[in-house]
Structure formats: C-alpha cells, structure tokens
C-alpha cells in the first residue's frame, strides 16, 4: 500500500474535531486540499486520499505547519480494491473514522454530438461509481464501529443548473443528488448522515484554464458578485459534518453566492 504517516506535536488552532478522524478525497489540491487543512485546523486527524503522491505530500507539508496529524493514501476510487485499502489504512491507523468528504471528480466539456463514450464512462467511473463505492465502505465502517458519523459529497451547480456542453458533467453530478435521498434512509438509524455540497464556479485547478475575463463575468453573475475560493466550500462541508447539522441529512446545499438565483448559463 502506499501510504505514510506525518505525525505533528504543535496544537490544533481548535478543537471543534478533537478526537475526530476525517477522511477526504481529491485531498491534494482545490477544494480538498482547503478542506483537509480546514479538518486539522479543527482538531481532526485526517486522511488525505488522492492518485497524485507529490500534491498529497505537500498537503500533508501543510498541514504540519498548522500541527495537524496527517495519513496519505495513493487511491484510485475507480478501483474497489484500492477503495477498500484506503477504509481499512484509516481504520488501521486511527481506529475510527468520524467523517468524509468525498470531494474527488473530473469535468468534461462537450457539445453532445462531438462527445465520446469513452469520457462519458471516465465520468461516470469517477463521479459516480467512484463515489458509490466510497459510501459503501464508509458505511459499513462507521457502522462497525458504531460511533455514528457525517458523509459529504461534492456535487454542483450544474446539477440544478443548465450550461451547454455539461450534459455528461451534469448527469453524473444530478446522480449524486439522487443517491443521497435513499442512503439517509438506510443509515440514519445508525446516526450516520449523508449530504451532498454543490460548489457554484470556484477559482481551482479545474477552472484554471478559463480566460480571466470569462471568470469576472461569471463573478458578475453571482448575488456576491464573485467566484468562489475553495476556503468557501471547505467551511460549508466541515459545517455537515459537524454537530451543528446534527439534524441535517439527505440534501443538496447549493454554495454559489448566489449565482443560480438568476439561472446557471
């Protein structure tokens, strides 16, 4: 398995997931870097999974320097087998897992008649069945272990909104608020909740290659007449997983600043 583990003395900044163990997905940049750094900085032991070693190394380089304990494992959610290590490391290594934010996803941008299977199955294997099988060994975890617990998925915008050429990127992201309905009613009963967070457009490696202008406009659109930061998303998916949404389950909270009020293009 690769992993390896960065154990830091210096205090947490707080301790509002003190003795906690948060996994998250897509950990090495974007909004899961944000969210692995805001976990420690709460007082949370977190796992930070990725394909990327380097940018999983350097996140957990950041989080020493906020005296954060950090366990990196090289995963493949497409891979059941490579999902199900990943559960396991964090079980093995910590003995609990409280919370999960499954952030990891790819985009694909295409008018219809020139897309091609092949990056619909991309898609779909990533956004969707990824996904999937993380929930299933999540769960089956924290219900094992019996301490209840908080699931997070990253969905979008683009769920609830229409823009042209997403029609691939959309389907697998309005699956997602489809599958989480079902799933708080399974789990709830064990005091374990499941919500999705749908990011508006945020400044991340995924959006590096729009055209400066075409983000100001997009910024204009918004009600806060800006993109998003990853450091917004962050804070909304620790809010779920945190005490605070206690009675909070089954949903799809749409973080835009207000862009979809006047309908996503």
């Given at each position: 398995m690769?992993?390896?583990?960065?154990?830091?003395?210096?205090?947490?900044?707080?301790?509002?997931?003190?003795?906690?163990v948060?996994?998250?997905?897509?950990?090495?940049?974007?909004i899961?870097r944000?969210t692995?750094?805001?976990?420690?900085r709460?007082?949370?032991?977190v796992v930070?999974?990725?394909r990327?070693?380097?940018?999983?190394t350097s996140?957990?380089?950041e989080?020493?320097?906020?005296g954060?304990?950090?366990?990196t494992v090289?995963?493949?959610?497409t891979d059941e087998?490579?999902?199900?290590?990943?559960?396991?490391?964090?079980?093995d290594r910590f003995g609990?897992?409280?919370?999960?934010?499954?952030?990891?996803?790819?985009?694909a941008?295409?008018?219809?008649?020139?897309?091609?299977?092949?990056?619909?199955?991309?898609?779909?294997?990533?956004?969707?069945?990824?996904?999937?099988?993380?929930?299933?060994y999540?769960?089956?975890?924290?219900?094992?272990?019996?301490?209840?617990?908080a699931?997070?998925?990253t969905?979008s915008i683009?769920?609830?909104?229409?823009?042209?050429?997403?029609?691939?990127y959309?389907a697998?992201?309005?699956?997602?608020?489809?599958?989480?309905?079902?799933?708080?009613l399974?789990?709830?009963?064990?005091?374990?909740?499941?919500?999705?967070?749908?990011?508006?457009?945020?400044q991340?490696p995924?959006?590096a290659?729009l055209?400066?202008?075409?983000?100001?406009?997009?910024?204009?659109?918004?009600?806060?007449k800006?993109?998003g930061?990853?450091s917004?998303?962050a804070?909304?998916?620790?809010w779920l997983c945190?005490?605070?949404?206690?009675?909070?389950?089954?949903?799809?909270?749409?973080?835009?600043g207000?862009?979809?009020?006047?309908?996503?293009?």
């Open positions: 690769n992993s390896s583990l960065a154990t830091y003395g210096t205090p947490a900044v707080s301790s509002r997931f003190s003795g906690k948060a996994l998250v997905t897509g950990a090495g940049s974007g899961g944000a692995a750094k805001a976990f420690a709460a007082g949370a032991c930070l999974a990725g990327r070693e380097a940018e999983l996140a957990a380089d989080i020493k320097m906020i954060g304990q950090a366990l090289i995963t493949d959610i087998q490579s999902v199900q290590r990943l559960i396991d490391a964090t079980v609990r897992l409280d919370a999960a934010f499954n952030n990891a996803g790819v985009n941008y295409a008018p219809i008649e020139s897309a091609d299977v092949a990056e619909f199955d991309r898609v779909f294997a990533t956004n969707v069945r990824g996904v999937w099988l993380l929930l299933k999540e769960i089956a975890a924290m219900r094992q272990l019996g301490h209840g617990g699931i997070v998925n969905s683009a769920a609830t909104g229409g823009t042209a050429g997403l029609s691939v959309a697998s992201k309005g699956a997602l608020d489809a599958m989480v309905r079902p799933l708080a399974e789990i709830g009963g064990q005091a374990i909740r499941i919500n999705n967070v749908s990011p508006g457009v945020v991340t995924m959006t290659g055209p400066d202008e075409m983000l100001n406009a997009i910024g204009q659109h918004a009600a806060l800006r993109v930061q990853p917004d998303i804070d909304v998916a620790l945190s005490d605070e949404a206690r009675f909070v389950t089954g949903q799809s909270l749409l973080v835009d207000g862009f979809n009020i006047a309908g996503a293009r």
